[in-house]
C-alpha cells in the first residue's frame, strides 16, 4: 500500500464519506432486523382469515382489507401514496358475452359450420351491446408477432383491417425447438396471448383467432373453455382511444386444421410460419358470428403509501403485492365456501407491510422515495397494476424499479431463490448480489415456456418499460430433505392453489423463508436507493425499447 500525503480538507471529505457510507451499510442491517416473522404471521393470518371474505373486488371483503391495509400504512408511518390519499380508485367493467352457438364458415367448396364451447371459444373487449362478424375475411398471420429486436414482423406486407387474423400461440423459438431463435423455448411476450390480441388490434384486425395446443400454451383447451365464457374485468377506458378487435378467441387445433382443409391447406402452413421471412396469406375464407354484451361499470381501488426520499424524492422505487384474492364462491368437499388465499396473496401483501416497516425503521432513510402498492383485480386479470402503468402517480421514466411479490415462501428457509423471467433486467444481477450476501443462490424457473413473467403485476411495469422483478420460492429447503421443497410446491399447487383450502396455518408455515427473501427484497431496494444509475433491460428483452424510447 501507497502511502499518500492528503491536504488537511481532502481527509476531512473522506472521513465524511466514509461515515454516510458506513450508516448506509448499517441501515441495511437493521432495517431489515425490523422485519419479523411475527408480525409477517398476524398479518397473513389476519388478512387471510373468514373475516376478511377472500378479499373479492366489489364486495365487503374488499372494503375490509382497504380499511385494514390502510391502517396498517398509517400505523408504519407511511405517507398518503396518492396526493393526500392511500387510496387509488381503479374503475373498471365487468363485460358479459354471450356467444352465438355456432360460427359460419364460408369456403369456395362449400359452407359449415364451428360449433362454439367445441370447437372454438370467443368473446369481445369491447363494450357496444353487439358484437359481430359479418362474412369476414380469414387471414394466416402466422405467430401475429411485431418483434424488431428478433427481425420480426408477421404482419409484413399483410393486409389484415377489417379482417380476422389466425394465428399461434407462444412464439417460433418454442415451436421450433431452436435456441437461437427468439429466447428458444423460454417463451417472450410476443407468445403471450395478451399479445396476439393487443398486436392483431393495433394492426386494424377486426378479429383475432389463436390456435390453442397444449404444449404452446401450457395448459389444455377445458381451461379456455372455463375461462372465457363468462364476466371478465377490464379496466373502464371510457373517453380513451385504445385498438380493440370486435372479436377475440381461441380455436382447438383440430377446428384450425379444419379450416386450413377448407382452404385447400394443412398443418405444414403452421410449421412453415416458424422460419423468418415467412409471408402470411388470405385463406379465402369468410367467417360470420355474432356476440351478445352486457356491461357493468364498477370501482376498486389500489392502497397507496409512501416515504419521502430524503435526497431525490422525485425518483421511486416501487414495490407491489395484490390484496385481492377470489372470494367465496364454490364449496370444496369439506363444504368450505371461502376462498381465503393465504398464501396467494395475503403473504406477499403482508411481506409489504414488513418491507414498509423496515425502511421506516432504517437508521438510514431512504433518498429515493420508497412506494408501497397494494393492487386489487391481479386473479381477474393483472387489473390494479394496469391501471396504475396507465395512470402512473410517479413519472414512469423516474420509477427505477418494481418489485413484486405473489407468494411467499411457507415451506421454510431454502439456499436458492426463483427467478422468474430469466435474463430481463439488471435487477436479476442486484439479486444475486443480495442473494450471495446472505449465502444465498440465484436459480431459474423450471418452465419457462409458460410464461409466467407475464402473469403477475410486475409485468405491467415491464410493459411500460420499468425493470420489474418477481421470484417465486426456492427448493432447496436447508433443514429439509431432498425434494422437500418440490414436494410442497407441488401440493400446494395439487390441492390448494385457488381453493378454499388455501389458508393460514401458524402451526405448518415455516416463515423464515419468507423472512429470507423478504430481506433480499430489501436489499435490492437499499442498492437500487443507493445507485448513481437507473437500473436497465437487458439486450434482447422485448421491454428494452419501451424504457430507452423514455
Ligand atoms: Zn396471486
Request: glycine residues 10%; negative net charge; aromatic residues 10%.
Amino acid at each position: 500500500m501507497k502511502k499518500i500525503l492528503l491536504p488537511f480538507g481532502a481527509l476531512a471529505m473522506i472521513a465524511s464519506a466514509c461515515s454516510n457510507n458506513d450508516k448506509k451499510a448499517t441501515a441495511v442491517d437493521d432495517g431489515a432486523a425490523a422485519m419479523s416473522a411475527d408480525s409477517l404471521s398476524k398479518n397473513i393470518g389476519i388478512l387471510a382469515s373468514d373475516d376478511f371474505m377472500g378479499r373479492k373486488p366489489f364486495t365487503e371483503g374488499e372494503t375490509r382489507t382497504v380499511e385494514y391495509l390502510k391502517e396498517k400504512y398509517i400505523g408504519a408511518g407511511l405517507e398518503p401514496g396518492n396526493g393526500g390519499s392511500y387510496i387509488q380508485e381503479v374503475p373498471m367493467v365487468s363485460i358479459s358475452t354471450k356467444a352465438a352457438p355456432a360460427m359460419k364458415v364460408s369456403s369456395p367448396t362449400g359452407d359449415f359450420s364451428l360449433k362454439g364451447f367445441d370447437d372454438y371459444v370467443i368473446w369481445t373487449d369491447r363494450t357496444e351491446a353487439e358484437q359481430k362478424l359479418d362474412a369476414a375475411d380469414l387471414v394466416y398471420a402466422g405467430y401475429g408477432v411485431v418483434a424488431p429486436e428478433y427481425n420480426w414482423n408477421d404482419y409484413a406486407g399483410l393486409d389484415v383491417k377489417g379482417k380476422v387474423v389466425l394465428v399461434r400461440v407462444n412464439d417460433p423459438g418454442f415451436h421450433s425447438k431452436t435456441a437461437s431463435l427468439f429466447k428458444g423455448d423460454t417463451m417472450t411476450y410476443y407468445g403471450r396471448w395478451t399479445y396476439k390480441f393487443e398486436e392483431a388490434a393495433r394492426q386494424g384486425a377486426r378479429g383475432c383467432l389463436i390456435i390453442h395446443d397444449e404444449a404452446g400454451s401450457s395448459y389444455p383447451f377445458s381451461v379456455v373453455q372455463n375461462n372465457w365464457n363468462g364476466t371478465r374485468l377490464r379496466l373502464d377506458n371510457r373517453g380513451k382511444t385504445e385498438a380493440l378487435c370486435d372479436v377475440i378467441g381461441w380455436l382447438t387445433t383440430p377446428a384450425a386444421n379444419k379450416l386450413l382443409a377448407a382452404a385447400g391447406k394443412d398443418s405444414t402452413l403452421l410449421a412453415m410460419s416458424d422460419k423468418a421471412g415467412f409471408k402470411g396469406e388470405s385463406l379465402g375464407l369468410k367467417l360470420t358470428t355474432t356476440i351478445d354484451v352486457s356491461t357493468v361499470y364498477k370501482k376498486s381501488t389500489n392502497v397507496i403509501g409512501r416515504i419521502t426520499g430524503s435526497k431525490h424524492p422525485d425518483e421511486v422505487i416501487i414495490y407491489t403485492a395484490h390484496w385481492d384474492h377470489l372470494g367465496i364462491g364454490k364449496p370444496d368437499e369439506t363444504g368450505d365456501s371461502i376462498y381465503n388465499g393465504a398464501l396467494d396473496n395475503a403473504s406477499g401483501t403482508a411481506g409489504l407491510l414488513e418491507l414498509a416497516r423496515a425502511f421506516k425503521k432504517s437508521s438510514y432513510p431512504p433518498e429515493r422515495t420508497i412506494v408501497f402498492l397494494a393492487v386489487t383485480a391481479e386473479e381477474q386479470g393483472l387489473w390494479g397494476s394496469a391501471y396504475y402503468a396507465q395512470n402512473p402517480v410517479y413519472p414512469l421514466d423516474k420509477t427505477l424499479a418494481d418489485i413484486n411479490m405473489d407468494g411467499l415462501p411457507w415451506y421454510g428457509k431454502t439456499k436458492d431463490i426463483i427467478v422468474i423471467g430469466r435474463g430481463q433486467n439488471d435487477l436479476e444481477d442486484y439479486l444475486k448480489e443480495a442473494a450471495a450476501s446472505e449465502g444465498r443462490v440465484v436459480a431459474f424457473e423450471a418452465k419457462p415456456q409458460a410464461g409466467f413473467y407475464y402473469r403477475s403485476d410486475h409485468f405491467n411495469f415491464a410493459k411500460v418499460g420499468v425493470p420489474a422483478i418477481f421470484t417465486s420460492a426456492g427448493t432447496e429447503v436447508i433443514d429439509g430433505a431432498d425434494g422437500a421443497g418440490k414436494a410442497a410446491e407441488e401440493e400446494y399447487n395439487e390441492k390448494h392453489y385457488h381453493r378454499p383450502s388455501d389458508q393460514y396455518n401458524p402451526a405448518a408455515w415455516k416463515l423464515d423463508g419468507a423472512l429470507s427473501d423478504l430481506t433480499l427484497f430489501y436489499k435490492i431496494g437499499r442498492k437500487l436507493d443507493a445507485a448513481t444509475t437507473f437500473p436497465g433491460w437487458k439486450t434482447g428483452s422485448e421491454f428494452k425499447a419501451i424504457r430507452e424510447k423514455k
